[in-house]
């Protein structure tokens, strides 16, 4: 009975083996043979006399053994050898020295060997499930995937897909105001597949621009039938997105098309990547126009592209500046990682105060890279500075409290400097010119009254 319930046991495990997907029949049926061989070797020493017949779509198996028949009297191995005796009840013709192919049982080798092939099978299976997993989910690397969440941990979310494979979503991949709870459907792009020691886990990403491309392609049927390409994405996930987009056909119009009536076709991307502020801009390859289409909505005046030094040096009229510079300084930021240009802004101010002083002269007392870092944000000259606000130039020009403090210190006292001499020099030009009067005393004044 025991060795009747571990053939059904090896013929469920059997059953596993076969149900597994996208494995061909040609490694199948090598795999299981070469696991079959080796238990029989195991077993009874040898496998070379044992022929295995596999048929996966049945999932059945047939092993037969080839023997030598001897006379009774020399009969030594038992396993390459048999009888004339026990030949001739197999069949009445056979003779000494012709070979008898007979089928074995499982239970013929022990309920060990059994259950020895079972684990064996059972490794094999979980091996090939996670090639199989490795292999299927490389060919998505780059590809949207669904799945449901199983489990919330801090640093990272388990989600399972539909074949209840285990997928990885980490808490740095995450958009920063995604919430998520168990059950619920989540869906991002496979951003890599990583297999230490065999164990492959697959990494999902809803922060890769990647992402965002992928959502433009489902969404909006022009670029998925390739008449419209998207040549470049910048992304701060789940604030503001910049896509550039070119149109091989001149009566296709690629920003309205990607935008659609009202927005009615980004509507839905906005909503999945929690709100985010998508612009989308016609790609050109003037790089000139390009860096200004880039910095929109902001007008500029002017602009000086230094290709070698890959960098730009922007002109705008003061009120325009902080648009180009964007909340937190966004917009230029993204401006400059789509272009692949280092974007500088200034203000073009027609009347140049004579009495303002460029901060390039202050190069002495304040880094270089702080004096750089200032004129991203458009304060070219120290009263471009004196008029920002300390927060903003915290914020925006991302410096330390201590050197904005710093910074303002030496340029307040430069001008504060200027107006003291500016006073002395007026309080000197007083004293040269001032016209002496005689001084006229009280008698004085009396002895000309008595004389009238």
Known sequence: MGKKKESISLIDTFSEFNELKNIDKATLISVLEEAFRTVISKSVGTDENYDIIINPDKGDLEIWRNRIIVEDAELEDPNMEITLTEALKIDKDFEVGEEVTDEVPLEHFGRRTILNLRQTLSSKILELEKDNLYNQYKEKVGEIVSGEV?????????LLDDDHNELILPKTEQIPSDFFRKGEHVRAVVARVENKNNNPRIILSRTSPVFLERLFEQEIPEIADGLITIKGIARIPGERAKVAVEAYDDRIDPVGACVGMKGFRIHGIVRELRNENIDVINYTNNTSLYIQRSLSPAKINSITVKE????????????????????????????????????????????????DIYLDEFRDEIDGWVIDQLKKIGCSTAKNVLATSRERLIKEADLEESTVDEILAIL??????????EENEDSSAVDINKTEEPEVKEDDVEDQEDQH
């Open 412 to 421: 307040r006292y430069e001008f504060d400097d200027e107006e003291e001499n």
């Open 308 to 355: 070698e030094e890959r960098r730009a040096e922007v002109f705008l009229n003061p009120e325009e500046v902080s648009l180009a510079i964007g909340k937190g300084g966004a917009n230029i930021k993204l401006a400059s990682m789509l272009t692949s240009y280092n974007i500088e802004v200034f203000r073009d101010i027609d009347e140049v105060d004579e009495e």
């Open 150 to 158: 199983y489990q919330v941990w801090k640093k990272e979310l388990l």
